[in-house]
C-alpha cells in the first residue's frame, strides 16, 4: 500500500496533467466514468447501495461518510476520498473492487482530479433537459452546407480539421435514395428519366425525385420494417406450440397506411399507445393498438395464466420504454434503476398503465365480409336455436355451474384439482390458432348472463361444449352435449368467418396493481396507481389517476425531452447507418452520448415545431450536403475516423434481409408489387419451420405470393424466415431498436443457392437475353450493371466478364438447351446473372 506521501505525490502528478488538459464536462466527461464504474454501488438504488455513498447527485457525493471523511471535496481533489481509493495500490482498498474486474485508466483518474480541482459540479442528464434549438454555428465554408443540418456536421469537422467528401455520382445518390425511402432499387426507366433530368437540373432532379418517392405506396412498406422491430412483429405465438395468428397483418398494414399518409408522429403514438380511448374510435385506430398484442403467449399445457399475463404486461412496459422513451425501464423492475432515476415504484407505475388492459379481438371485416356473414347469419341463427332451445333451460344451469367452477377457482386456487385444470385450459386454448386475447374467454365468464351479446353467449358456448366436459362428464353425458357439440360445430362451418384483429382496450374489471417484491409476481407488496418518472417532465391532469390516453399525450407532449430526440434519432440511424446516439434504446446514463448534441437538439425542435412531420424530417436529411457525400474513403479519414463519427462521408450499408431479397426479385422482373394482405410464405424447405415448432406448417405460398416483398413474409416466432435470419433478421420475441449488421460465409452460400435467388439469377438471365436480341455481349453486361447496379460498368468490369463469358460458352457447348426460350446461350448468362448478384455492390447501399 502506497504511504500518504506516495499518494500525495501520485496525485500532485495527476494535478500537474490534468492542469494541461482540455476543459471537462460533468456530462461528457464525468457521467460515463461513474456509470461504469460507481454507479451499481453507489447510484440511484437506494436498497443496494453501499457504504451509504451515493455518487449520482452533488449531495450525496460530498455528504460526510460514517468514518468522517467525504468521497468529493469540491476544489480538493487530494483531500476527495473518492481519488484517494481509486489511486490506491492496497487491493483492499482500492475502487472499484478487485474482484469486479474493472480498472479506471489513468485518463480517467485524470478527468476526475481535474473535475473535483474546478469544483465538482454536477449537470442534470443531458437527455433529460428539454431540447434547445442552437444557433447555426458558423463554419469555413458558405459553398457545402445545403441545408441546417451541414453547418452542424461540417462546424464538427472544422474542430477536427476535417473536411467533407465530394458528392456521389448521380447514379450512386439515386440507388441509395431509392434504397432508403422505399426499399427497391431504381429501375430502368427510372434511371434514364433520372438521368436525363440531371442534366437538364441537378437540384430539381433531386428534389423531384425526394418527392416521388415519398409519393411512392412503397415508402410504407420501406419504413413500417423498422418499427415493426420495436414492436417485435410475429405472425406466430411463441414458445413451443407457436400458434398461428392469422389477423396480426392488420396491424402491419396499419403501420404502411399510416407512413404512406404522413400521420403525424405525434398522432401515430396516441392510436398506438390509446387508440381505443380516442373519443369516437374508429376501427383502425382500435387496430392501431395492435402495437402491444405482439408479446407471447403461452398456450402450452400446465403454463400458470397469471404468471405468463404478468410476463406480457413486462414485456409491454420495457417495449414501450425501449420505443419512445429510449430508456431501459424494465431494469427497474426489481429494484431501483442503478443508474437512471427510474424508481422501483415508478416502474410499477408505467406498468399499472399496461396492467389495465386487456387483450380483445374486435370485428373488423375486410371488404365483402360483413355482407357475406350477415347473409349467413340469419339462417345459422335460425338453425342454432333449433338445436339449442329444447335443452336450453338445463343447458344454461350446466353453464352457470361451470362458470362458477370457474370463478370459484380463479379466486380460490388449489382446492380442486378439475375445476383448476378447466380454467387453465380456458385460458390456454380460448382462440388458439386465431390468436385471440387468452383470457377473453375468462374474462366472459365474468359478465353477468344477462348483459351478454348474443354472440358472446354463442362463443363462450362454442367453448363450453368443445372443452367444458371437465368434471361435467356426467351432465354431458345425460344431456347429450356431445353430441350437441358436433351439431352446432358443423352448423359453424356455414357461417362465414369475419376478421379479427388484435387490439388492447380498457380493461372490464380493473386491476390493482401492486409493486413485485424482487420483480416476483408471487409476492406484491404495496399498491400504486398509474404515473410517471418525476424525472421526466411534469404533466397536469383532468382527473387524479392517469389513464393510458394520458400516457400517450404525456410521452408526445412538447414537454418531454425524450421522445422527439429519440425517434429523430432512430430516423437518422436508418438514412446515415449509425444514429446520433449509437445506443437508440438507451439515451440514459449507460447508454451513448450524442457525437452531435446541438444537431440532435435542433432535430428534435424542428420536429416538433413542423407538426411531428416524419416526411419532412426525412426530406430535410435527404436533401442535405450530409447525405449526398462519396462513402469513398481516404487513408487519412479511415484513420482518423474509422467509424465515420464526423460524417466526413457516407457510409456503406449492407443491405436488411428483405431488402436483399427484394432486390433480388426487382432486378429479376419477378417482384409482385401488390400492397397490403395476409403474411406469405416464401420458397423455403419445410422443415426448417416444421422441426421447430409443433403446430407449423410451412405451405410455399403459390403465384404471386410467392414473390411478395419481404414485409409480407410470414414470421413464425420459433423459426422465422431462414434468409432473412442469415441476414440478421432480430429476435421477434423482444424489442430491436438496431439490427446488427454481420458478414457470414452463410450469407454468400445463400446468395448463391437459396431457391429465391437461383430463380431469380434465372429469370435475370432471361431478361438480358429475351429484353434484349440484338445486342452484342458488351451492350449485355451494360444493361446487366445498369439493372443491378443503376450504373454503367468500367472498361476493367466489362473486359473481366467478356473473358468470364468466354469460358462459360465454352462450358455450355455440351449442354441441352432447356427450352426453346432457355437455349444454350442462356446457361451463360445465367451465370453471368449469378456473378451480378452476388458482389459486395448488390447488397450494399452505397
Keep these: ?53 451515493r455518487l449520482d447527485t452533488h449531495a450525496g457525493a460530498v455528504a460526510k461518510l460514517p468514518g468522517g471523511k467525504s468521497a468529493i471535496v469540491p476544489g480538493k481533489p487530494t483531500q476527495s476520498e473518492l481519488i484517494a481509493r481509486i489511486t490506491s495500490a492496497d487491493a483492499e482498498t482500492r475502487m472499484p473492487p478487485v474482484d469486479t474486474g474493472k480498472k479506471l485508466t489513468q485518463k480517467e483518474i485524470q478527468k476526475l482530479v481535474t473535475w473535483i480541482k474546478g469544483g465538482a459540479s454536477y449537470e442534470r442528464h443531458w437527455s433529460f433537459n428539454p431540447p434547445n434549438a442552437a444557433p447555426i454555428p458558423e463554419v469555413s465554408s458558405k459553398v457545402w452546407p445545403r441545408n441546417s443540418i451541414d453547418y452542424f456536421i ?22 441509395r435514395l431509392s434504397l432508403d425511402l422505399i426499399g427497391l432499387p431504381p429501375t430502368l426507366a427510372e434511371l434514364a428519366g433520372f438521368e436525363r433530368a440531371w442534366k437538364d437540373d441537378p437540384q430539381v432532379a433531386w428534389a423531384s425525385t425526394i418527392k416521388r418517392l415519398q409519393a411512392s405506396k412503397h415508402f410504407g412498406e420501406k419504413w413500417a420494417r423498422w418499427w415493426m422491430d420495436l414492436a417485435h412483429y410475429a405472425d406466430t405465438d411463441g414458445y413451443t406450440i407457436d400458434y398461428d395468428r392469422p389477423h396480426a397483418w392488420r396491424w402491419r398494414d396499419w403501420v404502411i397506411d399510416a407512413f404512406n399518409r404522413n400521420l403525424p408522429f405525434d398522432q401515430f403514438t396516441l392510436e398506438q399507445i390509446a387508440g381505443d380511448m380516442l373519443p369516437d374510435a374508429k376501427t383502425e385506430q382500435r387496430i392501431a393498438t395492435g402495437f402491444f398484442r405482439h408479446t407471447l403467449s403461452n398456450r402450452e399445457g400446465g403454463a400458470n395464466l397469471e404468471e405468463f399475463r404478468v410476463q406480457k404486461i413486462i414485456d409491454r412496459t420495457a417495449t414501450y420504454g425501449a420505443t419512445w ?10 429494484h431501483d434503476h442503478k443508474f437512471d432515476p427510474i424508481s422501483h415504484r415508478e416502474y410499477y407505475q408505467l406498468y399499472d398503465f399496461f396492467n389495465n388492459a386487456d387483450e380483445i379481438n374486435i370485428n373488423a371485416p375486410l371488404p365483402g365480409e360483413q355482407s357475406r356473414f350477415d347473409a349467413a ?13 329444447p335443452v336450453e333451460p338445463q343447458l344454461n344451469a350446466v353453464m352457470r355451474k361451470w362458470e362458477q367452477l370457474m370463478l370459484d377457482a380463479e379466486k380460490s386456487p388449489g382446492i380442486d384439482y378439475k375445476r383448476d385444470r378447466a380454467l387453465e385450459l380456458l385460458g390456454i386454448l380460448w382462440g388458439a390458432g386465431y390468436g385471440e386475447g387468452q383470457l377473453e374467454g375468462v374474462r366472459l365468464t365474468r359478465i353477468p348472463f344477462s348483459k351478454r ?40 362451418k356455414t357461417l362465414p368467418s369475419l376478421s379479427r384483429p388484435q387490439t388492447l382496450e380498457v380493461s372490464m374489471f380493473p386491476r390493482q396493481t401492486r409493486i413485485s417484491i424482487r420483480g416476483d409476481f408471487r409476492t406484491p407488496g404495496a399498491p400504486v396507481q398509474s404515473g410517471f ?32 430526440r429519440v425517434f429523430v434519432n432512430r430516423i437518422w440511424q436508418e438514412l446515415f447507418g449509425r444514429g446520433l446516439v449509437t445506443t437508440p434504446e438507451d439515451f440514459g446514463a449507460q447508454g451513448a452520448l450524442p457525437s452531435h448534441p446541438k444537431l440532435l437538439d435542433w432535430l428534435a425542435v424542428d420536429f416538433v415545431e413542423n407538426g411531428w412531420d416524419i416526411k419532412r424530417l426525412m ?35 449492407r443491405l436488411s434481409g428483405e431488402l436483399v431479397r427484394d432486390a433480388a426479385l426487382v432486378v429479376s422482373g419477378l417482384l409482385d408489387r401488390r400492397r397490403g394482405g395476409p403474411s406469405v410464405r416464401p420458397p423455403q424447405p419445410a422443415n426448417v419451420a416444421e422441426e421447430g415448432s409443433y403446430s407449423a406448417k410451412w405451405e410455399t405460398s403459390t403465384g404471386g405470393d410467392r414473390y411478395r416483398r419481404g414485409v409480407y413474409t410470414w414470421i413464425q416466432r420459433v423459426t422465422p424466415y431462414a434468409q432473412f435470419a442469415t441476414f440478421d433478421l432480430p429476435n421477434p420475441n423482444r424489442t430491436c431498436s438496431r439490427r446488427d449488421r454481420t458478414n457470414t460465409p452463410l450469407q454468400a452460400l445463400t446468395l448463391l443457392n437459396d431457391p429465391v435467388f437461383v430463380e431469380a439469377s434465372e429469370t435475370l438471365a432471361d431478361r438480358l437475353l429475351n ?27 466489362v473486359a473481366r466478364l467478356k473473358t468470364f463469358i468466354a469460358g462459360r460458352r465454352k462450358a455450355a457447348a455440351n449442354r441441352k438447351p432447356v427450352s426453346e426460350a432457355r437455349p444454350r446461350e442462356w446457361f451463360v448468362w445465367r451465370e453471368v446473372a449469378v456473378v451480378l448478384m452476388n458482389l459486395d455492390e448488390f447488397i450494399t447501399r452505397e
Excluded at 340469419?378 to 332451445?389: N, P
Excluded at 436480341?773 to 443503376?790: L, P, T
Design 325 to 334: 422513451l429510449g430508456l431501459t425501464v424494465e431494469c427497474a423492475q426489481c
Design 377 to 389: 347469419l340469419v339462417e345459422y341463427r335460425r338453425r342454432w336455436h333449433e338445436l339449442v332451445d
Design 453 to 492: 351479446t348474443q354472440r358472446q353467449k354463442e362463443r363462450l358456448l362454442d367453448y363450453f361444449l368443445g372443452r367444458g366436459a371437465l368434471g361435467l362428464e356426467q351432465e354431458f353425458k345425460d344431456l347429450k352435449l356431445y353430441e350437441l357439440r358436433n351439431k352446432i360445430a358443423e352448423l359453424k
Design 533 to 564: 418518472p418525476v424525472a421526466l417532465h411534469a404533466v397536469k391532469l383532468a382527473n387524479p389517476v392517469p389513464s393510458r390516453l394520458d400516457l400517450a399525450r404525456w410521452t408526445v407532449s412538447k414537454d418531454n425531452p425524450l421522445t422527439a
Design 154 to 175: 461540417l462546424a464538427r469537422l472544422d474542430a477536427e480539421s476535417l473536411g467533407p467528401s465530394e458528392d456521389a455520382s448521380p447514379n450512386v445518390l439515386l440507388r
Design 771 to 797: 429484353e434484349n436480341k440484338d445486342a452484342d455481349d458488351e451492350q449485355k453486361i451494360r444493361i446487366g450493371y445498369r439493372v443491378c447496379f443503376a450504373r454503367d460498368p468500367q472498361s476493367s468490369e
Design 1 to 53: 500500500m502506497l504511504n500518504p506521501s506516495c499518494k500525495s505525490t501520485l496525485v500532485l502528478c495527476l494535478l500537474t496533467v490534468a492542469a494541461n488538459g482540455d476543459e471537462v464536462s460533468f456530462n461528457r466527461d464525468i457521467r460515463p466514468i461513474l456509470s461504469e464504474h460507481c454507479l451499481q454501488c453507489h447510484g440511484f438504488d437506494a436498497d443496494k447501495r453501499q457504504a451509504e455513498l
Design 619 to 653: 426530406r430535410l436529411m435527404v436533401d442535405s450536403a450530409t447525405y449526398r457525400q462519396s462513402s469513398h474513403v481516404t487513408h487519412e479519414k479511415l484513420r482518423r475516423d474509422p467509424d465515420n463519427v464526423l460524417l466526413a462521408r457516407a457510409s456503406r450499408v
